[in-house]
Nanobody, 115 residues
Framework: QDQLVESGGGLVQAGGSLRLSCAVSRTIFRLNPMGWYRQAPGKQRDLVAGIDTRGSTVYVNSVKGRFTISRDNAKNMVYLRMDNLKPEDTAVYYC?????????WGQGTQVTVSA
């Protein structure tokens, strides 16, 4: 029933790294670009990075050079490698289709970056 399941979050010191994973249902994964989104306390949910079905990627300016989105077409998985993390990266991270109309949101995974 769950089409999106995120994992890999945790607590890390500033400058550290995490790798987030998202398991996606096969029928959704093979047809759609995918994205990572995040929502900090008191803030709206915003796009972080996107990847199309061919592997082309886009990033918001605040994470360029630090985050890397990728997908494994054999495993129906989307990943977000986060390096040089900053306290302002603290948020709940979600994956979803990278389109105007999203699937129902999953539970997300918490990323907390301490100074």
């Amino acid at each position: 029933q769950d089409q999106l399941v995120e994992s890999g979050g945790g607590l890390v010191q500033a400058g550290g790294s995490l790798r987030l994973s998202c398991a996606v249902s096969r029928t959704i994964f093979r047809l759609n670009p995918m994205g990572w989104y995040r929502q900090a306390p008191g803030k709206q949910r915003d796009l972080v990075a996107g990847i199309d079905t061919r592997g082309s990627t886009v990033y918001v300016n605040s994470v360029k050079g630090r985050f890397t989105i990728s997908r494994d077409n054999a495993k129906n998985m989307v990943y977000l490698r986060m390096d040089n993390l900053k306290p302002e990266d603290t948020a709940v991270y979600y994956c979803n289709t990278f389109v105007t109309a999203h699937l129902p949101w999953g539970q997300g995974t918490q990323v907390t970056v301490s100074a």
